[in-house]
């Protein structure tokens, strides 16, 4: 019997650009045209609010996703650094 024996996957790329995509809009940052199908998402989804002018703000929920999205990037990181003091490297 294995406990604990689940994979932990790193961050992956939809995160990544969801991470990008929030914090771009948290710092009121030009998006790429192509995040225009993630945007309309995280309007629908409550993540993101679109005021009459086009402008975009975060939600309290996106907020929380962009700091829980944060969060992953940094125990990743961390996880990275312990991998590489043991010798191995992580994928």
């Given at each position: 019997?294995?406990r604990f024996s689940?994979?932990?996957?790193?961050?992956?790329?939809?995160?990544?650009?969801?991470?990008?995509?929030?914090?771009?809009?948290?710092?009121?940052?030009?998006?790429?045209?192509?995040?225009?199908?993630?945007?309309?998402?995280?309007?629908?989804?409550?993540?993101?609010?679109?005021?009459?002018?086009?402008?975009?703000?975060?939600?309290?929920?996106?907020?929380?996703?962009?700091?829980?999205?944060?969060?992953?990037?940094?125990?990743?990181?961390?996880?990275?650094?312990?991998?590489?003091?043991?010798?191995?490297?992580?994928?």
């Amino acid at each position: 019997m294995h406990r604990f024996s689940i994979e932990i996957d790193a961050i992956g790329t939809q995160e990544s650009d969801l991470l990008e995509c929030l914090t771009r809009i948290d710092l009121q940052q030009p998006l790429d045209p192509e995040a225009s199908p993630l945007i309309d998402r995280l309007v629908a989804s409550g993540l993101v609010d679109r005021t009459p002018d086009g402008e975009l703000a975060l939600t309290l929920a996106g907020i929380e996703r962009c700091k829980s999205l944060n969060l992953r990037v940094s125990s990743d990181s961390a996880a990275r650094g312990v991998l590489d003091a043991r010798g191995r490297r992580g994928s």
